[in-house]
């Protein structure tokens, strides 16, 4: 398996602006995590779906972050519009019921300017 | 909710020397302890976990001990080399038998040769 898969790596974009993070979970795992990282505030739970229904978005900083999981195998978390302090490592997670262990994605770095 | 408290945050050691980096937690029903590694531009990745009916369990160098009376645990690194020199994040679950992690803030661990 190729593991957890990110995209983009990198994305650097204008405040004001829509960003899309895409995920691929690990096929057969029916947990996926979206956490954010940054210097002060460390690892943050976003939200977390299970078998692709939303269960905990209490972590979601404010409206203007989305996230959806159409289908087992694909999730985005979205920021309309961005915001200059928006701007971190975006990780995505997946897991299985029976198996707490969580697998990271390389991570998602936005900038936004 | 649960809130994770992780010490030091920076650690220093010889080549060859143990390490011990400590974790408490607040939420007495948590039952799950994993610890991640994070190198530089990666995601954490697992390296070891300990679950509450279980007070110690060792993987090669690496140990983790659980005291859920004092709602503590550690991770004990023995023989480092420099290639252990990374980020490490312990973590605890959360109540109600949830399965997302609440993580503590990270210890840099820098191995000198």
């Known amino acids: 398996d190729a593991g957890v898969i990110q995209s983009p790596r990198h994305e650097v974009t204008e405040m004001g602006q829509e960003v899309t993070l895409r995920c691929k979970p690990i096929?057969?795992?029916?947990?996926l995590f979206w956490y954010r990282q940054t210097m002060m505030r460390g690892l943050e739970l976003l939200i977390y779906?299970?078998?692709?229904?939303?269960?905990?978005d209490s972590g979601m900083p404010e409206d203007r972050f989305s996230a959806k999981m159409p289908n087992a195998s694909f999730s985005t978390l979205k920021i309309q519009p961005s915001e200059p302090r928006d701007s971190a490592v975006y990780f995505c997670?997946?897991?299985?019921?029976?198996?707490?262990?969580?697998?990271f994605g390389s991570g998602t770095r936005l900038t936004v300017v | 909710g649960e809130n994770v408290e992780q010490h030091p945050s920076t650690l220093s050691v010889q080549e060859g020397d143990s390490a011990v980096i400590k974790c408490t937690y607040s939420?007495?029903?948590?039952?799950?302890f994993p610890w991640y590694k994070q190198e530089l531009g990666k995601g954490p990745q697992l390296i070891i976990d300990?679950?509450?009916?279980?007070g110690e369990k060792k993987d090669q160098r690496i140990a983790v001990t659980l005291n859920k009376t004092a709602k503590h645990f550690s991770l004990h690194i023995t023989e480092t080399q420099p290639e252990d020199s990374a980020v490490y994040f312990c973590?605890?679950?959360?109540?109600?038998?949830?399965?997302?992690?609440?993580f503590g803030s990270g210890t840099r661990l820098l191995v000198r040769p």
């Open positions: 997670a997946s897991s299985m019921m029976t198996d707490y262990g969580y697998t």
């Open positions: 096929s057969g795992h029916d947990y």
């Open positions: 779906f299970n078998n692709n229904v939303p269960i905990d």
């Open positions: 939420d007495s029903a948590s039952n799950y």
């Open positions: 300990i679950r509450s009916n279980v």
């Open positions: 973590a605890a679950s959360g109540r109600d038998s949830s399965y997302k992690l609440i």
